[in-house]
Protein backbone atom coordinates (compact mmCIF):
# COMPACT_ATOMS: atom_id res chain seq x y z
CA UNK A 1 0.00 0.00 0.00
CA UNK A 2 1.36 3.54 -0.70
CA UNK A 3 1.88 6.39 2.08
CA UNK A 4 -0.72 9.27 1.99
CA UNK A 5 2.39 11.26 0.98
CA UNK A 6 3.27 8.91 -2.09
CA UNK A 7 -0.10 9.12 -3.05
CA UNK A 8 -0.05 12.98 -3.11
CA UNK A 9 2.90 13.21 -5.22
CA UNK A 10 1.97 10.43 -7.53
CA UNK A 11 -1.44 12.30 -8.49
CA UNK A 12 0.33 15.71 -8.26
CA UNK A 13 2.98 14.57 -10.98
CA UNK A 14 0.12 13.17 -12.88
CA UNK A 15 -2.02 16.40 -13.33
CA UNK A 16 1.14 18.33 -13.88
CA UNK A 17 1.97 16.07 -16.61
CA UNK A 18 -0.94 16.40 -18.80
CA UNK A 19 -1.08 20.32 -19.21
CA UNK A 20 1.07 22.87 -18.01
CA UNK A 21 -1.76 25.71 -17.54
CA UNK A 22 -4.21 23.77 -14.64
CA UNK A 23 -2.72 24.34 -11.21
CA UNK A 24 -4.22 22.96 -8.13
CA UNK A 25 -3.16 24.58 -4.81
CA UNK A 26 -3.59 23.46 -0.87
CA UNK A 27 -2.74 21.65 2.11
CA UNK A 28 -3.27 18.25 0.54
CA UNK A 29 -0.93 19.04 -2.06
CA UNK A 30 1.92 19.70 -0.26
CA UNK A 31 4.37 16.73 0.16
CA UNK A 32 6.55 18.77 3.37
CA UNK A 33 3.95 20.38 5.69
CA UNK A 34 0.70 20.02 6.88
CA UNK A 35 -2.66 22.49 7.72
CA UNK A 36 -2.11 26.47 7.18
CA UNK A 37 1.95 26.20 6.58
CA UNK A 38 0.81 23.33 3.95
CA UNK A 39 -1.50 25.83 2.33
CA UNK A 40 1.00 28.59 2.18
CA UNK A 41 3.85 26.10 0.57
CA UNK A 42 1.50 25.12 -1.72
CA UNK A 43 0.07 28.54 -2.50
CA UNK A 44 3.15 29.66 -2.83
CA UNK A 45 4.97 27.24 -5.20
CA UNK A 46 1.99 27.67 -7.70
CA UNK A 47 1.70 31.54 -7.84
CA UNK A 48 5.76 31.09 -8.87
CA UNK A 49 4.57 28.47 -11.47
CA UNK A 50 2.33 30.65 -13.04
CA UNK A 51 4.46 33.95 -12.54
CA UNK A 52 7.51 32.16 -14.73
CA UNK A 53 4.69 31.67 -17.16
CA UNK A 54 3.56 34.56 -17.80
Known sequence: MMSTSA???????AVQAR???L????????PNASGMEAA??????VARL???RV
Open 50 to 52: VAE
Open 19 to 21: GKR
Open 40 to 45: FESGSR
Open 7 to 13: VKNTLAE
Open 23 to 30: HFAGEHLS
